[in-house]
Every structure is written in C-alpha cells, then in structure tokens.
C-alpha cells in the first residue's frame, strides 16, 4: 500500500511543497515546486491552488504545514514534577509569564522532557497563538486543503536529518536552519532533541557571498557557543557535529568556514540519500523543512516532533463566511432554475415542432387517400368518416361467407365447384346478406342436379334450394334458378 503526503514550507519570500511516498520502508519525491512570493500580487493561496490544478500533485494526499518562524516561540523551562502535570494537562496560568501570548489564546505543547534533579525537569515546550494557526488553517482553507499536521520547521528539518542521515542517532549534534531572516539550532543528543533556539537574522550583505558566507559562519560559531554552555555547562570541546540546513542559497563556502570557526565535522543536510527523487531536483537542498514535514507524517516511528492541532483542540475547521455562502447558495439556486426554464421551453418547442410535422403528413395522406376531396377541415375526422362509410359497403358484400369470404371469393367457390361437363352458362348472380341467388341455363336436368350436389358440400352452406327449372320450347335449354343460404355469418 503506498502512502502520499505533501509538505508545504511557506517562508517570507517563499513557497515550497513537496510530495513524499511511502511504500513499505521505502521513500520517494514524486513532486517538487518551488517559486518567490516576493511580489504583492503573489497570493500564497492561489499558488497552493495550482499544485493539483497545475503542477499534478495528489488531492487526495495527506498535507502537512510548518507555522512561521516568529510565530512559534520554543522554551526549555524547568520545573518540578507538579508543574510537568499542569504544563502537560495545558493549564494556561503556568506559562502565562514564560511566552508573550495571552492565556486564552495560548497553544502549547510539549516535544519532550529530561530529568534534571530528583524533583526538576527540563521540558521542552512550543507555544502559538491561536490567531497565528488560524491564520495559516484559513490560508489552506481557501486553497481547499486540509492539513493533518502543523508543526515547527525546527522539528521538520530534524525528521529530514534523522531519515536520511542515521548517524545523527548517536552521539550528539547540533542541528542549525538558516534562512534569510531566522537560524534556527537544535542540541540533539542519540537523535533526540535536547534544546532549541530561534534567532531572527539581521540583514546581511549579499553584495558578496565570501562575505555573506563569512557572516553567517560567525553568527553561526557565536551562537553555537552560547547554546553549548546554556545546555551542558560548558565550552566547545569540537567532538560532535553540525548538521547544516539551508532555506536559501547560502551554503557554498559555509562549510569550511563553520569547520575553521568550531573545529568541529559539518555536514550539509542532504534529503536525497534516502529519500530517492524521481525528479531532476536532486540538487536542491532547500527542501528540507517541506521533506521533513511530509516525512512527519508518512513515517511517525522514525520521527518526531509537534503537531498543533491536537493541542488544546485547535479549531481546524476554516471559518464560515456566511454571507458568501448564502450568495453562492441563491446563485446556484438561480442557474438551476434558469436551467430548468429554459429546458421547459426548448421541450415545448420541440413538441410543437414534431405536432406540426405530424400535422402536415396526416393532411398529406388525406389529400393522396381522398383526392376528390376539396374541402379540408379535419382530416382525421373526415378519414374516420370515410373509413366507417366503406366499412358498412363492404359488409354488404363480406358478410355472406362463414369464414367472412368476399364477393369475389364467393364467387370463385361457386364457379369453381360447377359440373365439368355440363354447359352450364350463369345469367344473373344476385350477393345478398344471407343467400346467393345464381340464375343461368344448362343442356339437361342431371346438370342442374349435379351443380346442386356440388354446391351443398361446400363450408358453411346451410341450404341449396332448385328453383324455377323448366325447359325453353324454342331453344330446348333447361333454365333454372339455385338460392344458396347460410346462417350466422360474421362479417369482416
């Protein structure tokens, strides 16, 4: 099963975001996007929009976000056990005069703790304000992400170290993040931190990198120093190692100036060993806070560090804005039914068009029906009229034969079932509802007799009555008169 999830560093002058995979112990850059949000017209939101529209990365990844340098304010307070309860359940009145935020809109948590004494502790506390992160939560908001993690970019850098330099687990080191207007330094003692501190940077002079190189790489030395001696009460010695991050192009140089300042090993943090890319980033080391948040994240084991939403229940829903909502509601509501509308007159016009056509071919088939009609009012009507009309001429005719025969076919049966060598010649045929009245002259008596055999065999004849058989003096031919009758007869 693999696991995504996309870190986003959001600086000052910068936005970076990184899409970190994760399958079984294997780790992969999918994605990587960089850009300057120098300009006022830059708008963070908008940029974080186009990484799924634009720049391909996964809306349905998990998101983490690091909250800004000075909005996170880091302690090493000591205190006794009793104090670690309260600190631990979030009680606001005992960090009310440790970080310059009010009580109620205090937000602490704490990375870790170490034992100083048998009744003190050092407790390594991080705290924001509740407007800080709901000021980055409704900057996510508008770009419709959801974060599952906000941590400090302190502890990200420190995820990117610990996965992809393991040395860093033993023994101890200090972890340093410079950027163009913070440095950031962590004591790190067998991978867990010990103290961390942030320092804002003063402008630098970048009209030369040997010199900017050389300011940073004292800055650097100067505060190494005050942190060693704070955190383990004593100087320098040189037996550890700086594992150094940049957030900007800075470390060309650097690494043998801070080697010649501390005389001790300096490793510049490089989240490619092994996190492997499958894009042509693999020289961009300023990655390292949006890797490390998205390594937060996919590998919880392995890291650690904070996450502000689950302090003190942080809203992390954004805020509803209800009178944009109700304006997008009526507006939706207002094309649905201009919609439904115009769909009403378009299938009305359609039904309109398809009468008129049916219209016009029922008077076209009147007019080649009936021609001789001239005087068109309804032509359905009319054909109706027409077709009752020959129905009832036709019963007259269709009616004489049990099995609904017409006139013609009566006619065949009786012309066919005939004497073959009789001379028999038919005069009159009369088709009447229920008889057939055949009147004719033949050569001899036995012909007329014979037809009578013939014709009473026939389906559904009930009767054939000889009539009027007499001999014509002057010619001698037998005239006669046959009536063939029939009893319920259907029509068609």
């Known amino acids: ?18 899409q970190v995979s994760r399958s079984a112990e294997e780790f992969h850059i999918e994605k990587t996007f960089s850009t300057q949000t ?54 606001p009145s005992v960090l009310e005069d440790n970080f310059p935020i009010q009580p109620d809109e205090i937000i602490t ?82 991978g867990s931190i010990l103290f961390v501190r942030n320092i804002p940077i003063a402008s630098l002079s970048d009209d030369n990198a040997n010199i900017m190189q050389e300011q940073i790489a004292e800055l650097l030395s100067r505060e190494v120093e005050i942190t060693w001696r704070k955190v383990f009460g004593a100087e320098v ?29 300096t490793i510049i943090v490089d989240p490619y060993i092994r996190v492997k890319s499958h894009t042509d980033s693999n020289t961009d080391l300023t990655m390292c806070v949006a890797e490390g948040l998205a390594l937060r994240v996919l590998a919880p084991e392995e890291t650690k560090g904070l996450n502000f939403l689950e302090a003190d229940d942080a809203n992390i829903k954004p805020t509803l804005d209800l009178r944009k909502e109700l304006v997008v509601c009526a507006i939706l509501t207002g094309a649905i039914a201009f919609f439904w509308v115009v769909g009403l007159f378009m299938r009305l016009y359609r039904l ?41 001429d036709y019963q007259l005719f269709a009616s004489f034969h049990p099995n609904s025969l017409s006139p013609l076919e009566v006619l065949q049966s009786i012309t066919l079932n005939r004497p073959l060598q009789a001379n028999l010649r038919v005069d009159d045929l009369l088709i009447a509802a229920d008889t057939v ?50 009893a319920g007869m259907v029509p068609k």
């Open 237 to 265: 010695d040189g037996n550890f190692r700086i594992y150094l991050a940049v957030g900007a192009n800075v470390s060309d140089g650097l690494e043998a100036f801070l080697e010649e300042k501390l005389l001790c090993q």
């Open 1 to 18: 099963m693999v696991k995504r999830c996309i870190g986003i560093d959001i600086g000052s002058s910068y936005l970076r975001a990184v």
């Open 38 to 91: 120098r300009r006022s017209t830059d708008s963070p939101s908008e940029i974080l929009r186009s990484l799924v529209r634009q720049q391909g990365f996964d809306r349905r990844a998990d998101v983490a976000i690091s909250m800004p340098h000075e909005a996170v304010f880091l302690r090493n307070l000591e205190a006794d056990f009793a104090d670690l309860q309260q600190i631990q359940a979030h009680t």
């Open 352 to 392: 309109e068009t398809n009468y008129a056509r049916i219209e016009n071919e029922t008077r076209e088939l009147f007019q080649n029906t009936l021609p001789e009609e001239k005087n068109i009012v309804s032509p359905l009507a009319q054909l109706e009229q027409k077709l009752q009309s020959s129905k009832k």
């Open 109 to 190: 948590q704490i990375y870790s703790h170490r034992r100083l004494s048998d009744d003190r502790f050092s407790i390594l506390t991080a705290a924001i304000s509740r407007e800080s992160l709901q000021e980055r939560l409704n900057l996510l908001a508008e770009a419709h992400l959801r974060p599952k993690l906000v941590d400090a970019a302190i502890f990200a850098i420190h995820s990117a170290v610990v996965i992809n330099h393991r040395e860093v687990t033993t023994g101890v080191a200090v972890i340093a993040y410079v950027d163009q207007r913070c440095l950031a330094l962590a004591v790190v003692q067998d």
């Open 437 to 486: 009245r055949v009147s004719g002259t033949c050569d001899s008596f036995e012909s007329v007799y014979q037809w009578q055999r013939l014709l009473q065999d026939l389906p559904g004849i009930t009767g054939v009555d000889v009539q009027d058989v007499q001999r014509q003096p002057q010619s001698g031919a037998v005239h006669f008169a046959i009536v063939l009758s029939s």
